[in-house]
């Protein structure tokens, strides 16, 4: 159980240009979402978190309106890259938390973004 | 401020034990994790200790002192698959999950 599934698994796009990715929990409802950027050799950095229905809560230093974050449903969030540039291709990883007592959080697979 | 620290790289040979040590400074404490992430994969988790004392999963051990904010991993009978990095991460008062960078471990023959 506990399965958390990302689209797509990696994706080139063309600099200024949008790109969208998918996160789903698949066999559980999710009542928070994360987002995470990782470049190389380096920890992951926390997005923005994200409750169904609400809006996101974005970390310091990170743009809201670059990264755009929708938490429809208890399944389902996306993260929208807007005017990518060179500099935004990273590892992005998304994980999935259904709350209860042990706060931990499920990871999807991660999507990995190249912006050329 | 919060801090997570872990060594950054540690090398161990095939069949050994390894420890990996965690410390935290963090406002409040609801639980510490650790998690494995192979290179250019997504973190999966290994252990979850809210009370002191060691939870033994297989050959992956967890160890937590609360006073002494401390945490360590143990791994056994290594094996060439664990070779990975292996994150701390501790849920502060807030229930927010601060991460450790992250220890780089090398198994070599």
């Given amino acids: ?116 | 401020g919060q801090n997570i620290d872990q060594p950054t790289e540690m090398t161990a040979t095939e069949g050994a034990i390894v420890q990996i040590n965690c410390t935290y400074q963090t406002s409040g404490f609801n639980g510490l994790f650790w998690y494995q992430q192979h290179a250019g994969e997504a973190p999966t988790f290994l252990s979850y200790n809210v009370l002191d004392g060691l939870e033994e999963k297989g050959r992956f051990s967890s160890f937590l002192s609360r006073s002494k904010g401390y945490s360590y991993l143990l791994l056994k009978e290594l094996q060439m698959k664990d070779s990975a990095s292996y994150l701390c991460a501790v849920i502060d008062s807030n229930y927010q999950l601060i991460w450790g960078a992250g220890t780089k471990l090398i198994i070599k023959p």
Avoid at chain 1, 57 to 74: C, M, P, R, W
């Fill in chain 1, 1 to 116: 159980g506990a399965v958390v599934s990302q689209h797509p698994s990696w994706v080139i796009c063309k600099s200024g240009t949008s790109v969208k990715i998918e996160c789903r929990s698949l066999d559980f409802q999710a009542t928070t979402m994360f987002w995470y950027r990782q470049f190389p050799k380096q920890s992951l950095m926390l997005m923005a978190t994200s409750n169904e229905g609400s809006k996101a809560t974005y970390e310091q230093g990170v743009e809201k309106d670059k990264f755009l974050i929708n938490h429809a449903s208890l399944t389902l969030s996306t993260l929208t890259v807007t005017s990518a540039h060179p500099e935004d291709s990273s590892f992005y990883i998304c994980s999935a938390s259904g709350g209860g007592d042990y706060y931990e959080q499920y990871f999807g697979p991660g999507t990995r973004l190249t912006v050329t």
